[in-house]
């Protein structure tokens, strides 16, 4: 009765702690004297109890006796199976005073402190990378060995981690928790928002050694060396023709099952993908998304813009010899030397007319096709050509 009652005779001479039975304070006084005669055989550890050396004993032989009714899960203690019980029933005792994440067992609250910390105690044999849990320095492993244990039941890709397969199912899910306080796009993974943010600030960390050009995406940078390096390691399935890039491989794609199917019904002007199509007719709409910040003035197409931001940077012009016309670009100044040589070699398969450029042939193919472009915004007259519609306003102007 007195020891269910708490009663506790045997008082430790030293730090005055008291016990209910007599061999708990022989046990208890081991510690002050150091002594440690239980040593494991297989592994070197040591210890002061019997009960302690007895439990390590068991990891070594992997007896696990104390299994859970819920899940059947087995442990080596009684006192593991309670914690777990308790991840069964959502109690979660221990909080983190910094963040407020809650755990069901001491030692996890004692590892996700770490991570507040900054204390990384477990490194990796390879690479030398440091993580505050035993669990992380695991699924970094699994990266070098190449492991994928965790599966997409959706579409069947593989992950290393259970977290990336979580992340992964959001995906299919549609959640996207992550949102840019800059322009609102949503995300779902914390990569994927970081990059984004890389944008916004300018920050390109992939740089080509060869040419120099800038890259946000990695993936992107590996694309563009191989073309550098001449690597093509995507091959068209159907003629063994090899490509540096997806997207390049994915336009390939469409000659073979004849995807021309995107027919512009004002110029007759057919085009392989959509999102081709639907700028071709952004053209004709009149739609200038992309604004210069320095004059203010917009264009249809970021190549467009592109160009003439060099107008605005401090350019080394390109002067036409002959009529002294200045340009921005040296394959502009090659083209326009061609009017002065008088060479025409772009030849309607019609009449046979030639022309000097490959742009005077489509406007000029234009009047067999019976297409017209250009209208009067007077009277509504349309013309094949825009210069036929500037001699025609001229007519109004007179008026």
């Known amino acids: 009765m007195n020891k269910h009652a708490g009663f506790r005779y045997h008082n430790c001479e030293i730090c005055d702690k008291a016990f209910i039975q007599e061999h708990q304070i022989k046990c208890h006084m081991d510690i002050h004297t150091g002594f440690e005669n239980h040593e494991c055989e297989i592994c070197g550890k040591e210890f002061r109890h019997k009960s302690d050396f007895k439990c390590h004993m068991d990891v070594h032989a992997g007896i696990k006796t104390h299994g859970c009714d819920i899940c059947g899960k087995e442990f080596r203690t009684k006192i593991h199976l309670k914690y777990h019980i308790d991840v069964h029933a959502g109690i979660r005792n221990y909080k983190c005073d910094i963040c407020d994440k809650a755990f069901s067992m001491k ?3 004692k590892r996700h402190m770490d991570v507040h910390a900054g204390i990384r105690n477990y490194k990796c044999d390879i690479c030398d990378k440091a993580f505050s849990t035993k669990h992380q320095l695991k699924g970094h492993m699994d990266l070098h060995a190449g492991i994928k244990n965790h599966e997409c039941d959706i579409c069947g890709k593989e992950f290393h ?3 990336y397969l979580k992340r992964h199912m959001d995906i299919h899910a549609g959640i996207r928790n992550l949102k840019c306080d800059i322009c609102g796009k ?10 984004h943010m890389d944008v916004h600030a300018g920050i390109k960390n992939h740089k080509c050694a060869i040419c120099g050009k800038e890259f946000y995406e990695k993936s992107v940078f590996e694309c563009h060396v191989n073309v550098h390096a001449g690597i093509k390691n995507l091959k068209c399935d159907i003629c063994d023709k090899a490509f540096s890039q997806k997207n390049l491989l994915e336009v390939h794609m469409e000659i073979h099952f004849d995807f021309n199917n995107h027919k512009c019904k004002i110029c007759g002007k057919e085009v392989c993908q959509k999102k081709n199509f639907d700028r071709h007719m952004s053209l004709h709409a009149g739609i200038r998304t992309y604004k210069c910040d320095i004059c203010g003035k917009t264009l249809s197409r970021k190549s467009y813009l592109n160009l003439h931001m060099v107008m605005h940077a401090d350019f080394k012009q390109q002067k036409c010899d002959i009529c002294g016309k200045i340009f921005t670009q040296e394959n502009y100044l090659k083209t326009h030397v061609t009017i002065h040589a008088d060479i025409k070699d772009h030849n309607c398969e019609i009449c ?6 490959n742009r005077y042939l489509k406007s000029h193919m234009n ?3 019976g297409i017209k472009n250009h209208k009067c915004d007077i ?5 094949t050509r825009i210069i036929g519609l500037k001699a025609h306003l001229n007519i109004h102007a007179r008026i």
């Open 107 to 109: 030692q996890q609250l």
């Open 379 to 383: 009277c509504g007259k349309l013309f």
């Open 367 to 369: 009047v067999h096709v």
């Open 161 to 163: 981690t259970k977290s």
């Open 352 to 357: 046979g007319k030639s022309f000097t450029l």
């Open 186 to 195: 949503d995300f779902c993974e914390k990569s994927e928002l970081k990059r």
